[in-house]
């Protein structure tokens, strides 16, 4: 990720370092973060804003729509399973968005908004709870769900043994970031910079179950 990133930026200014470079990124992305592959994101994102003249770093919540990753294994779940995992705490954040707003906020940036540098967090309306978002989950598919809470160390070894075979579900490294919020920080530029008013995620999701 840093490295072919680094390498297209050195490039980018051999030929034009005026040219406007877009990056994505995600909401959350720090060097701090426990994911090795969010700890590169993040080092990518810093030579970007370090090395080019004209940049952008577009920071999405967890995107939603038809068909999606996201939604398409926690359904798979809740099918499956009276019993569904909620690692560590379920108290940590998400702040989802719709794959539309996302994209309607990539063609205002790229029709008016490429000079200078720029970082903007796109993010739904509101933030759940990973618990009261399973609960919602639940709830539009008109179904009960026992929560099952699991302790990340214990959750570790798990997904280390599912990692192994071809039913995966979660990776190592997604787990890893189940135990961090992903919300705006409020320090960027978000939708309203755009005048873009993000749509409520509920009512997607209930059209889209």
Known sequence: IFNFNKQLVNLINSIDNKKPFLFFSGLGVSKQ??????????RAEQYIIQNLQYNTIIKPGIVIGEGDQFLRK?????????FIPLFGSGAEKLQ???????????EIILEKDLKNKNIYEL???????????????????????????????????????????LFNLITKDQLLLLREDNIISNLHKNFGDLGIFPRDLRDIIKKIL
């Open 123 to 165: 993010a739904g309306p509101e933030i759940f709870t990973y618990r009261s978002f399973y609960q919602f989950l639940a709830e539009c598919l008109k179904v009960r769900r026992i929560f099952v809470r699991i302790p990340f160390s214990l959750a570790l070894i798990m997904v280390s043994l599912i990692e192994k075979i």
């Open 96 to 106: 989802p968005v719709f794959v539309d707003d996302v994209a309607k906020a990539i």
């Open 74 to 82: 926690l359904l798979l779940i809740f099918k499956l399973s009276f």
């Open 33 to 42: 973060s426990s994911s090795k592959r969010v700890q590169y994101i993040a």
